[in-house]
């Protein structure tokens, strides 16, 4: 921590600098929930201790700390499995230049892990949610930032009602990509922030929470709803006229951190905006540097966020083996630039409020929700025919790999059919929940 006020505004602009020359990679990140075959319960911190275990063991694995507690696991080829708050597991790949690069990465590290995790009667579950447990019943991990999160929401009253279910249940599959300068970034955000509903609605499939049928197609954007909207949500600053690189600073210096780290540990931040601890410290004699910065900024989830890269949020998870559907699709867009002004120009009346709405629709009706004056099904029909092209051409300049474009088919099927995940989801719990746990687990082999 620094010691006197030396951060400037250039400091916080330069997390959003572009590396001179830098390729338009593609990275994923997918959660999945880690539960105890035996009785569907989340797994408890030592049964995931022993998973990362074997993945130092017999991966090849480097183990990842977080003080005394071992959070993760660092894998040779660059990707990184960590522990997520309430015992998820998330695998993050490197960046690959291309989608099925780093598609395979993910499905063959994932497979790995099931094996090893079904050595300790342990199942890697994939789509929106863990739909088994209530949120009094997570196996919260000790790392102390959990705790920090968990009494900075109480303290929010009724906007943090349901983070203990966004910190302990939800999933995810999340595309990061990249800007190769500042015009690129705005570009690509608005893009990514106008589409973000639209897509959501092709991924629903959190229909079931708590061992109940919600009566929604994703609980899991309802419960982003009350996980402090102030740093969630739609990032309506990114479509506002002329806005660049600076709003986006304002943005994130008008909210509190949450924690930060001090002497190796995650403490409780002061509950006042970066702004002013930028100016008056933090109240220990300390002031913010460029790693707070930094920390900060990785403490906002807006439907995209922006940091080093772009990273979309707001969708679900897909069914195993799908997760590298939505990869597919946002790469499509935002990196062929024919495909990019096309997607643009459909949305880019679009505005924050109707986004907002549209978000709250699409949790109960998918692809039957109004996005502004549209409905989901039409935009989604026609980002997904841009997608597909973008992709194509990508194929055909070199700059993708053929095996990528398949990885589409699964959402043309959810237009064609109407039928989304959160349907097919229904259909096997109503089976019941030994069925979709042997449905929806990734499957591996005991190691």
């Known amino acids: ?27 994923i990140e997918v959660e999945v929930g880690l539960v105890c075959r035996e009785d569907r319960r989340n797994a408890s911190y030592p049964q995931a201790l022993a998973l990362l275990d074997g993945l130092v063991r017999g991966r090849g694995a480097s183990p990842l700390l977080d003080g005394a507690y071992t959070i993760g696991a660092a894998m040779p080829g660059g990707g990184t499995f960590t522990l997520e708050t309430g015992g998820a597991l998330e695998y993050s790949s490197a960046a690959f230049p291309t989608v099925a690069e780093a598609d395979a990465d993910v499905r063959d590290n994932l497979v790995a892990a099931a094996g090893i995790g079904a050595g300790h009667c342990l199942a890697l579950i994939t789509g929106g949610i863990v739909p088994f447990a209530a949120a009094d019943a997570i196996a919260w991990n ?28 939800i999933l995810s599959a999340q595309t990061s990509l990249d800007y190769v300068s500042h015009e690129d970034l705005m570009d690509k955000l608005r893009l990514l922030v106008r589409a973000a509903p639209v897509v959501a609605a092709l991924f629903v499939d959190s229909p079931v929470a708590g061992g109940t049928e919600t009566g929604a197609l994703s609980r899991r954007m309802q419960y982003w709803r009350r996980f402090d909207p102030r740093r969630c949500g739609v990032l309506g600053v990114a479509l506002e006229a002329g806005a660049g690189v600076d709003e986006l600073v304002e943005w994130a210096l008008r909210l509190p951190m949450i924690y930060r780290l001090v002497d190796g540990s995650h403490v409780a931040a002061p509950g006042i905006p970066f702004r002013q601890a930028m100016r008056d410290g933090f109240g220990d004699g300390t002031y913010p540097t460029e790693a707070d910065w930094e920390l900060h900024l990785s403490q906002v989830w807006p439907h995209v966020r922006v940091r080093r890269t772009l990273e979309t949020r707001l969708s679900n998870a897909p069914p195993w083996p799908w997760f590298g559907a939505g990869t597919a699709l946002w790469t499509g867009l935002a990196y062929d630039p024919r495909a990019r002004a096309a997607a ?78 959160a349907d097919r989801t229904l259909q096997v719990w109503q089976r019941g929940p030994d069925e979709f746990l042997r449905a929806f687990s990734v499957p591996g082999d005991p190691a």
């Open 1 to 27: 921590m620094g010691e006197t006020a030396t951060l400037r505004r250039a400091d916080l602009r330069r997390v959003f600098d572009a590396p001179p020359g830098r390729p338009e990679a593609v990275g």
């Open 142 to 169: 000790p790392k102390p930032r959990v705790r920090v999160m968990r009494e900075y929401f109480r303290e929010l009253g009724p906007d943090g009602d349901h983070a203990d279910e966004v910190m302990g249940l």
């Open 344 to 421: 643009g120009a459909l949305l880019r009346d679009l505005s924050a409020d109707e986004l907002d709405r549209a978000a709250v629709d699409v949790a109960v009706k998918g692809l039957n929700a109004s996005v502004g004056p549209y409905l989901a099904q039409d935009l989604a029909r026609e980002l997904l025919r841009l997608a597909r092209r973008g992709l194509s051409a990508r194929v055909a300049a070199g700059l993708e790999r053929p095996e990528a474009l398949p990885l589409l088919e699964p959402l043309e099927e959810v237009c064609e059919t109407m039928r989304t995940f």
